[in-house]
């Protein structure tokens, strides 16, 4: 950053200093080009690295451009040098909600109902795209110019990937006073459901101007989650008292889903009440593909944070992301439908005297099948990714074999039209 001028980049000037954390501090700013304001979150490189960090960078970068809806809070963009990373990210302009709930002491009714519907509409589309938030709290809700909610701080957040075997996360995580009962016995939660908690608590507290659990002695606090022990003020409707029942529900298999939230006739009632945006189509869902139709090759979900990064301009992080023994991998980006990039893959395999073996939706492999040559043993896994529907990440990296042999296919090979744009390092293919 220019410190006399304090632009960014030639793109962004750099003002007053909104917040700070212990290895990031936000500032606002405004697009030079345009005039809009923006925050820009500034994050010492060296500081998130010391402290292992990095993986939850990546995570909150590959989220925030995985859930676009229109209560998300949308980044902009990532911008990085080689001591700090800069989120550009829109600003919301009437901070966070838990001051607007301080100031009030509480919220009223239909006004808590609004942001709630809003709230539920970022989340179902957040689970749809199979991402856990597990850190809602009134402190990462913030407000537009307009009143609206927008979910932000994806740092905490699990895709799909993060499930082991059982089907469930395991890291305990997330704010005490605001956090599910399961997640607490540490024996595995459905991320969907302690959203849901979640959710529910943040009800109460925009409606109470308190917490529903809240103790001095944290164990003492656990103990009432434990037991969803908690009293409703006077004020609170018998429906919404209903409600929050229904929510607040310490055992997750028989807690309300999002859906019977959504149907629920306090949420539905009122008179000029905002309708929360559910719907997929606010936003580009990844499609349930098959492995038996040939159109429907690829994989939807359990994306890495480096791919989703390196999907669009200014988000390549290559140089702060990927080590030194991923440099042989290969990303390109298709616009071509899976069938057709399966197809090219076979002329590739039959052209190069390899054979292409399906493993799993979105999962193939390369194998070398030429006896007594370099290729026999060589081996290539390639993964397609299905971003939207006439969108795809293809990555292909050996698994076995030799690596010169490896290197000599790469530079041998065509993917012609196939290849939208090349990621990272391989640009010169």
């Not at 632009?7 to 000037?13: A, D, T, W």
């Not at 018998?238 to 949420?267: C, G, Y």
């Amino acid at each position: 950053m220019d410190k006399k001028q304090n632009i960014l980049m030639k793109k962004y000037e750099v003002g007053r200093m909104l917040g700070q954390g212990s290895f990031a501090k936000v500032y606002y700013g405004r697009n030079l080009e345009t005039g809009v304001g923006v925050a820009i979150k500034v994050i010492d490189k060296q500081k998130v690295m010391k402290i292992g960090l990095m993986n939850h960078i990546k995570r909150e970068i590959s989220v925030m451009n995985l859930v676009r809806h229109p209560n998300i809070m949308h980044l902009e963009e990532v911008l990085a040098t080689k001591t700090k990373i800069y989120f550009v990210m829109e600003y919301a302009k009437g901070g966070e909600l838990f001051k607007k709930i301080a100031k009030c002491r509480r919220l009223k009714e239909e006004t808590a109902k609004k942001y709630f519907q809003q709230l539920m509409g970022a989340v179902v589309f957040c689970h749809s795209r199979g991402v856990y938030h597990r850190d809602l709290k009134p402190e990462n809700l913030l407000l537009d110019d307009d009143g609206n909610l927008k979910v932000s701080d994806f740092g905490l957040s699990a895709v799909a990937e993060s499930k082991r075997q059982d089907g469930l996360l395991h890291t305990t995580c997330g704010t005490p006073a605001y956090v599910a009962p399961e997640v607490i016995t540490r024996k595995g939660y459905d991320g969907a459901k302690s959203d849901i908690w979640s959710c529910g608590v943040i009800l109460f507290v925009m409606l109470a101007g308190h917490l529903p659990f809240y103790c001095t002695n944290l164990m003492d606090m656990y103990r009432k989650i434990a037991k969803g022990s908690y009293k409703c003020p006077h004020w609170f409707s018998p429906q919404v008292r209903r409600l929050l029942s229904k929510i607040l529900d310490p055992n997750p298999d028989t807690r309300i889903s999002a859906a019977e939230i959504m149907e629920h006739p306090w949420f539905k009632a009122g008179a000029g009440v905002e309708k929360p945006a559910t719907n997929i189509e606010t936003g580009v869902v990844a499609r349930p593909l098959g492995l038996d139709d040939a159109t429907e090759l690829a994989r939807p979900d359990n994306l890495n944070a480096f791919d989703i990064i390196s999907l669009s301009s200014g988000f390549d992080l290559s140089g702060l992301f990927v080590s030194r023994d991923q440099k042989d991998d290969v990303r390109f980006t298709s616009t071509r439908s899976a069938s057709c990039i399966v197809s090219k893959l076979e002329d590739v395999a039959r052209e190069s005297g390899f054979k292409l073996m399906k493993k799993e939706r979105g999962s193939f492999k390369l194998e070398g099948c030429s006896e007594g040559t370099k290729k026999d043993g060589l081996s290539i896994d390639v993964e397609i990714y299905g971003i939207g529907p006439s969108y795809h990440l293809v990555e292909m990296k050996k698994s076995s074999g030799d690596l010169m042999e490896y290197r000599h296919l790469l530079r041998q090979t065509s993917f012609g039209e196939i290849v939208c744009s090349w990621l990272g390092e391989q640009q010169h293919h």
